[in-house]
């Protein structure tokens, strides 16, 4: 399965109604595994380019995602499937994802769900009392099982790392 979702010149770009109900054509950075908008931009001009999506712009292209789903048929959207950001991309989509691994790692600490040492998955599960079906809502900054999994386990390594 490829690792991203591309709506870019190169594909395809998606056309976005905005609260002002204009429509703006934008290119975005998907990620399928864990179901994170990464980057979004919006076309300013066809001269001037590009810009980021405020917050509230990109949550905006989030409902719409989830509106329209077209992850669950990247053709039919004409949209790419990518294991690599595109070069626009790259930065943003490098610091969201690690803006949100950290987000989760501080989530399980407070939580207090790092174990003594690395577990598989299932078993996690049932020492930590929690739901695999629970997928969270990433784009509002709540992770699901799956990701506080990843968390506990980038941090139990560290903890269990052993020393020189």
């Known amino acids: 399965m490829a690792r991203y979702l591309v709506a870019d010149e190169d594909s395809s770009l998606w056309g976005h109604i905005f609260p002002d109900g204009r429509e703006r054509m934008i ?5 399928m595994e864990s179901a994170l908008l990464l980057a979004v931009q919006i076309e300013t001009s066809p001269v001037s380019g ?10 905006d292209v989030v409902q719409d995602l989830a509106t329209n789903r077209p992850y ?3 053709t039919a959207w004409d949209l790419a499937l990518a294991e690599t950001a595109p070069s626009w991309a790259e930065r943003a ?8 691994d950290a ?7 407070a939580e207090n769900l790092v174990p003594d040492s690395p577990m ?8 930590s009392g929690l739901d695999d079906s629970f997928v969270g809502d990433l784009q509002h900054g709540v992770p699901g099982s799956r990701d506080k999994y990843d968390a506990a386990a980038r941090l139990a390594g560290q903890i269990a790392a052993p020393t020189p």
């Open 93 to 100: 989509a490098s610091e969201a994802k690690a803006a949100y």
């Open 120 to 127: 598989e998955y299932a078993e996690w599960l049932q020492w």
């Open 103 to 109: 987000f989760c790692d501080e989530t399980v600490r």
């Open 50 to 59: 590009w810009r980021d999506a405020t917050p509230a712009e990109l949550l």
């Open 72 to 74: 669950d048929d990247p």
């Open 27 to 31: 290119r975005f950075v998907y990620e």
